[in-house]
């Protein structure tokens, strides 16, 4: 099993409708994040918490919000979908006593808005 | 933050020493430097990290020069599966986490037989 496990891998939906993407993971990291990939742009960071209590903006989080239930798991959720947030998502995690600071990623949301 | 810039395409034959050389002429003091590999449909995986001098491992070795504005990227004798988009990031790691660091569009390498 995965230890970062992202639902649903692929979606469609109509522009409007409130999505939710949910990451978990079995690493016990502290550290979460979100981040969507777009060809020709790379990967960008839309949120990232450090602990549960602690939650944070990318550099792209207009349109989203997100919740750390726990630990383990960080949603993502895109309150009213509009087209250009066709992408691919990635959850990944870091563990803050890592040396590297190494990211795990999860194998991906793909989200299509029509 | 530190801005990098890498070739965005390379080829290579399956056999050859691949090197792709990623420029950050900003980079700060505390910043490390990072490899990660991406292969079509899948996360980016953690390929290897360096601060300065050479750093090797068993997929990679990385080359960072005394002013540590560049760094190469070696891979030795390299095959099909190889083939994958290779981002240079620099950042103030390990500690620090990955919320000013950027991973650009990456440069995409493909393997031909």
């Known amino acids: 099993d995965a230890d970062v496990t992202q639902t649903p891998r692929n979606r469609i939906t109509k522009t409007g409708k409130r999505i939710m993407l949910e990451c978990s993971q079995t690493?016990?990291?502290?550290?979460m994040y979100w981040y969507r990939q777009d060809p020709g742009l790379g990967l960008r960071l839309i949120y990232y918490s450090f602990d549960v209590k602690d939650i944070n903006k990318g550099e792209i989080s207009d349109g989203y919000s997100v919740s750390r239930q726990a630990q383990a798991k960080f949603s993502l959720s895109l309150e009213s979908a509009i087209p250009n947030q066709t992408a691919l998502y990635f959850c990944a995690t870091s563990d803050f006593s890592e040396n590297t600071g190494e990211l795990f990623f999860g194998e991906g949301s793909r989200l299509t808005v029509l | 933050l530190a801005k990098t810039t890498q070739p965005i395409s390379m080829d290579s034959y399956e056999g050859q020493e691949v090197n792709i050389t990623c420029s950050h002429n900003n980079i700060a003091t505390n910043d490390y430097i990072t490899w990660y590999q991406q292969f079509p449909s899948q996360g980016p995986r953690f390929i290897i990290q360096g601060y300065k001098t050479k750093v090797t491992n068993e997929v990679a070795s990385l080359f960072i020069p005394a002013d540590r504005k560049s760094s190469t990227l070696s891979l030795p004798r390299v095959s099909l599966s190889d083939t994958a988009v290779y981002y240079c990031?620099?950042?103030?790691?390990?500690?620090?986490?990955?919320?000013?660091?950027?991973f650009g569009i990456g440069t995409k390498l493909q393997v031909i037989p």
């Open positions: 690493k016990g990291h502290d550290r």
């Open positions: 990031l620099v950042g103030a790691l390990p500690s620090g986490g990955y919320q000013k660091v950027t």
